[in-house]
């Protein structure tokens, strides 16, 4: 078998949203896979279908081989998922977390403590792990939901959001532990994100998901290639000639793509170098005044824009009010 997860024309309606439409992918055994697409793009309803938590309006997907309509005790042998929010109790140690975690996962009770030595120390928790995990910070507290979807040793991980609200250096922290797990359990890993730089760090591929629905399946290098090698951002002052502007741009040889967004025009180009002089020839016949114009390398964020005809949105703040509502809500139950 080839893929580990394979899915056919998955669609998920609720009433009439379609919050999951069409979508067919598959990932390749041992691939880090990356989904990347906003808030409410689809990322989790599919991951919810995948690991046989919500049942698919229509279409097909397997799991190690297995149908998750027909199959889905013997798919959840095979995976273990951790989700966006965290699932542990606040109150109880870390280790007594991983514990439960290991009697839901049916792990006969004589491997149980071996198990938990073991994730914890990959993780680099074992000094904490009698403290409650109320003391633990953001990143400790993801370490040990990553660690509880370890025990049992599942062929295929789904990691959802992984890093969403935590800072910079405990998102590439956490990268860093991904990225060991991998090579030590030789996993298959389905990651969600809307983080571009994540997505570009860690994943062999990337599928980008925008309205339920997959834009571009490839890796991060082949995407950034496939506008060109070069990003010309500029800024024009005056609009009146900008659709004449535009179309002639449009007509330079090596420009790829043009993106346009009230006076801010992004020219995906090779050899930007030679497309930059036609530019200030074409602004001067039209008597444009250029304000700024840049040349960079595309960035995944290019990649994104170019597909979906917006910016994706790092929307912080909704997750951590989301965040701390979940919490209130288990602090209160
Ligand atoms: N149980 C539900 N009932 C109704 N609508 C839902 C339900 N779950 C999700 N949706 C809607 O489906 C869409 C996709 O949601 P989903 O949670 O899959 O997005 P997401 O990509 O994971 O977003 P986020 O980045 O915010 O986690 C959204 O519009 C969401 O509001
Ligand atoms: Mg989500």
């Given at each position: 078998m080839l893929y580990s997860i394979e899915t056919k024309s998955l669609t998920k309606s609720f009433g009439d949203l379609?919050?999951?439409?069409g979508i067919s992918f598959n990932v390749e055994n041992g691939e880090i896979f990356g989904f990347l697409g906003p808030n409410g793009a689809g990322k989790s309803t599919t991951m919810m279908i995948l690991t046989t938590l919500l049942k698919p309006s229509s279409g097909k997907a397997l799991v190690s081989g297995f149908d998750v309509m027909t199959h889905p005790k013997k798919v959840r042998e095979e995976i273990g998922f951790v989700q966006q929010e965290s699932t542990v109790d606040e109150y109880l140690s870390g280790r007594e977390n991983l514990y439960l975690q290991a009697r839901l996962h049916h792990i006969p009770k004589e491997l149980i403590n071996e198990r938990i030595d073991e994730v914890l120390d990959l993780i680099e928790l074992s000094d904490k792990q009698h403290k409650a995990v109320v003391t633990y910070s953001g990143g400790m507290r993801k370490r040990l939901d990553i660690a509880g979807g370890l025990l049992h040793r599942p062929r295929v991980l789904f990691l959802d959001e992984p890093t969403v609200g935590l800072d910079i250096q405990t998102r590439r922290k956490i990268w860093e532990y991904i990225k060991k797990i991998h090579k030590e359990f030789e996993m298959t890993l389905f990651v969600s994100t809307h983080y571009m730089e994540e997505a570009d760090q860690l994943c062999d591929r990337i599928g980008i998901i925008d309205g339920g629905k997959i834009q571009v399946i490839d890796t991060p290098q082949n995407m950034k290639n496939a506008l060109g090698n070069e990003v010309i951002s500029l800024t024009i002052e005056n609009q009146n000639n900008e659709k004449e502007f535009l179309s002639t741009l449009e007509?330079?040889?090596?420009?790829?793509k043009i993106n346009h967004d009230q006076g801010k025009i992004t020219l995906f180009a090779s050899k930007g170098t030679e497309v930059i002089p036609k530019i200030f020839q074409i602004s001067s016949d039209l008597k444009i005044k250029i304000n700024s114009i840049s040349l960079t390398q595309p960035t995944l964020d290019d990649v994104f824009i170019s597909y979906t005809g917006h910016e994706i949105r790092d929307d912080d703040g909704g997750y951590n009010r989301k965040r701390e509502h979940a919490k209130m809500k288990r602090i209160r139950a």
């Open positions: 379609k919050a999951v439409d007509k330079i040889e090596l420009v790829k």
